[in-house]
């Protein structure tokens, strides 16, 4: 099994920046593919971001494109998400979660096995 925590959530005025980070704990993180969900109140859950496990590919929801950075550090057991120029439309609880090599889509939920709890994330207008 993997472990996921999530951090780095809060509140902060549109246009500014936060970094969100994933401690990965458990089987050895650099083995799996890592995405970012967010989900705002009364509405799906939505795929953010995504990257391969050596970190040599991203994928980004076009919704965030130019905005966030998806990265890892495989030696931290660790995933980030940058994200700038925040708008008030990206409030939600933002999840990371993990995936198998063998994971083709990444931008579909249901192809993670293993899930954080999720961190808050509020922008204000």
């Known amino acids: 099994q993997v472990q996921l925590v999530e951090s780095g959530g809060g509140l902060v005025q549109a246009g500014g920046s936060l970094r969100l980070s994933c401690a990965a704990s458990g089987r050895t993180f650099s083995a799996y593919n890592m995405g970012w969900f967010r989900q705002a109140p009364g509405k799906e859950r939505e795929f953010v971001a995504a990257?391969?496990?050596?970190?040599?590919?991203?994928y980004y929801a076009d919704s965030v494109k130019g905005r966030f950075t998806i990265s890892r550090d495989n030696a931290k057991n660790t995933g980030y998400l940058q994200m700038n120029s925040l708008k008030p439309e990206d409030t939600a609880v933002y999840y990371c979660?993990?995936?198998?090599?063998?994971?083709?889509?990444?931008?579909?939920?249901?192809?993670?096995?293993?899930w954080g709890q999720g961190t808050q994330v509020t922008v204000s207008s």
């Open positions: 979660a993990t995936t198998g090599p063998a994971t083709w889509t990444l931008s579909t939920a249901g192809n993670y096995d293993y």
């Open positions: 990257i391969r496990r050596s970190g040599s590919n991203t």
